[in-house]
């Protein structure tokens, strides 16, 4: 686990390559505290901050290739390398260490660009071939691993966090309007943009190879979610084995470290089923990580986190915050997270990833459960498809003319109801409905930026992601546009900054790529559907996996996900603190959005009765005026 960073094509003299190199990779020394490394040459230059897991003692990076000509730096973790070297040497390659890193590279010398296809990991790859002038790209299947490069046609840049581009002083600091005016919709920036102009993520599942003599830039996708019902004639006693089968193994290759491995623990499903699993694989005793607000007991999943360690044999740790260490943490989280992201499950994350590192340097958790098998209070929207289902089935003229009488009679609300009845179940025909996040519509944003001629509809995003997904149920459409934005800038990009904060590398079973595939081919019925009392149940699979693995209490409580207090403190205890922030006549916000409409949010969002949605796009305003002042755009 690393910080990678580098760039192509940069005139620095001989004596400046190495201090440039050192400038991008101090600004993330946090991802790897444990060592570092660097190679120029006369075209490009390679860094990385090591974070030592695995071959702790040969494991350095930059890593050479046998003949001298490749040089790799790569973040994360191949958990396959170990099946994979022995066919390397097979066809004649030989190792000087035990890292994946050099499987990755040999990997590389045998199979060029497609080497990603062979490998079961999350990963960030850069890799200089001196003999073509190519830098080659690769990140994940899922994204787990964050990479940013910069390019303006003449400079390119590439590292595992923003800070890190920017360190180098050739970057301006000047925003991505098209980003800020996404942000306020989906509380994070949708790839492949970033917040800042020429500054791009390499998507989830994309390589791209730079070379210096053609400046043209073209990401490649190697991989996709394939939403394609295949898996047909099994029983759910057959479809139950193969789940437990992979996601077991999953579990198991994400406990190879040769440092402590623990578990975040929440209390919830998801991370109590990778407990679970973990019971089975582990003799030793394994630490548990939990975390909490004080006085707030209603939201309070400790004692659910107490059950499933002692139930699985955990040794359980816990942290409780407060309102002082929420707000303390609010300008280095903004420093952290490189972008406006108005997540606040970010700051307890944070909290319990500082109290991991104590014990641990490898840490497990949940994420990526409800995207790829049905979480959320996603069986609501199922029974509704199912009822318009069966509704569809009735005569065409029946629906056609009798009924809409019938609504007459009974009131517009069953005219509006009748009307979308006889819509498809297609989510294309309706895309707002397939994201988990919508704050500000197109209209509203016209209201609050104080100039957006240029801006799409935030929604082109997801309607483009629809149109990807080779599958016309609306479940799978929903979870492939869930995986695509949602759970790869907010979910998975808050777990990585916050755990590589604190020096801990977080590994996540469900998001094994062979497991989504899995998930992907077997039909939705697994994912949520009735269960044996004929009520709609979300996870399906993962529940009838916990119910021979866990207390009937975790199974069956309701799905909290991290809650944070803070909503419910905008109006009291927050107020003064809130509008010190926003009501300032020198707030930064204000150079893209207009005084009065932010004065409105604001207002709104702080009634003792306000609603959910004036309280996140509160919140969403709150996180970009402490960003902008932290990064102090131009």
């Not at 094509?9 to 060592?35: N, T």
């Not at 996404?182 to 943009?193: A, E, G, I, W």
């Not at 400046?215 to 789940?243: C, M, N």
């Not at 929207?381 to 003229?397: F, G, I, N």
């Amino acid at each position: 686990m690393c910080g990678i960073a580098g760039y192509l094509g940069i005139p620095l003299s001989e004596e400046e390559r190495i201090p440039f190199l050192h400038r991008m990779c101090d600004a993330i020394v946090h991802r790897g505290p444990d060592d570092d490394g660097y190679f120029t040459d006369g075209s490009a230059g390679l860094g990385m901050r090591r974070l030592s897991i695995i071959d702790l003692s040969t494991g350095h990076q930059p890593m050479t290739s046998e003949d001298g000509s490749k040089q790799i730096v790569f973040n994360g973790e191949v958990y396959n390398y170990r099946d994979l070297r022995p066919r390397l040497q097979a066809q004649g390659h030989s190792f000087r260490t035990q890292s994946d890193t050099e499987v990755i590279l040999r990997q590389y010398e045998q199979d060029g660009p497609e080497c990603v296809h062979k490998f079961n990991g999350m990963f960030a790859i850069a890799i200089w071939d001196a003999k073509n002038k190519n830098l080659f790209l690769a990140r994940d299947r899922m994204g787990v691993k964050p990479l940013y490069y910069y390019w303006d046609g003449r400079t390119f840049l590439f590292a595992s966090e923003i800070k890190a581009l920017l360190a180098t002083g050739l970057v301006p600091r000047e925003v991505n309007e098209q980003a800020l005016w996404d942000y306020l919709t989906f509380r994070y920036v949708p790839q492949p943009q970033s917040i800042w102009k020429n500054v791009y993520k390499l998507p989830p599942g994309h390589t791209l190879t730079v070379n210096i003599r053609n400046p043209e830039l073209h990401p490649v996708r190697y991989w996709d979610i394939p939403y394609t019902d295949q898996i047909k004639g099994r029983s759910e006693a057959q479809l139950l084995s193969e789940f437990e089968e992979l996601f077991i193994d999953a579990v198991r290759l994400r406990l190879i470290a040769d440092v402590p491995v623990g578990i975040l623990l929440s209390g919830g499903l998801d991370s109590s089923a990778v407990a679970a699993a973990l019971g089975e694989l582990h003799n030793a005793q394994l630490n548990s990580f939990s975390v909490a607000f004080e006085d707030s007991p209603d939201i309070n999943e400790l004692p659910y986190a107490r059950q499933v360690a002692q139930h699985v044999g955990l040794t359980h740790h816990e942290v409780v915050i407060g309102e002082k260490e929420f707000l303390d943490f609010l300008p280095r989280f903004t420093r952290f997270a490189d972008e406006p992201l108005a997540d606040l499950a970010s700051i307890p994350l944070y909290y319990v990833s500082q109290l991991a590192r104590t014990k641990i340097k490898v840490a497990l958790s949940g994420e990526g459960s409800d995207e790829i098998l049905g979480g959320y209070n996603l069986d609501v929207y199922v029974r509704q498809w199912d009822q318009t289902r069966l509704w569809q089935k009735l005569p065409a003229r029946f629906r056609e003319n009798i009924a809409p009488k019938l609504a007459q009679w009974l009131g517009s609300q069953w005219e509006e109801r009748l009307a979308l009845a006889n819509v498809p179940r297609d989510l294309q025909l309706l895309p707002a409905r397939a994201n988990m996040t919508d704050h500000l519509t197109s209209e509203a944003k016209h209201i609050l930026f104080r100039h957006n001629g240029d801006c799409r509809d935030s929604f082109d995003i997801v309607r483009a992601e629809l149109g990807r997904v080779p599958s016309t149920d609306p479940l799978h459409q929903l979870l492939y546009v869930f995986s695509q934005s949602w759970l790869v800038e907010d979910l998975l990009m808050k777990a990585d900054k916050m755990s590589m904060a604190n020096s801990i590398e977080l590994r996540t079973p469900f998001l094994d790529y062979r497991l989504v595939e899995w998930a992907a081919h077997a039909p939705s019925k697994i994912k949520i559907g009735r269960n044996a009392n004929g009520q709609y149940e979300t996870k399906r699979i993962l529940r009838q996996f916990a119910r021979k693995r866990l207390p009937k209490e975790i199974i069956e409580r309701p799905k909290l996900g991290f809650p944070v207090p803070l909503y419910d403190w905008l109006s009291t205890r927050l107020k003064a603190w809130t509008f010190d922030l926003l009501a300032a006549p020198d707030a930064m916000i204000y150079r893209w959005l207009d005084p009065a409409a932010v004065r409105a949010e604001l207002v709104a969002g702080t009634q003792p009765d306000a609603g959910i949605l004036d309280r996140h796009r509160l919140w969403d305003l709150l996180i970009l005026e402490v960003w902008s002042r932290e990064w102090q755009p131009a």
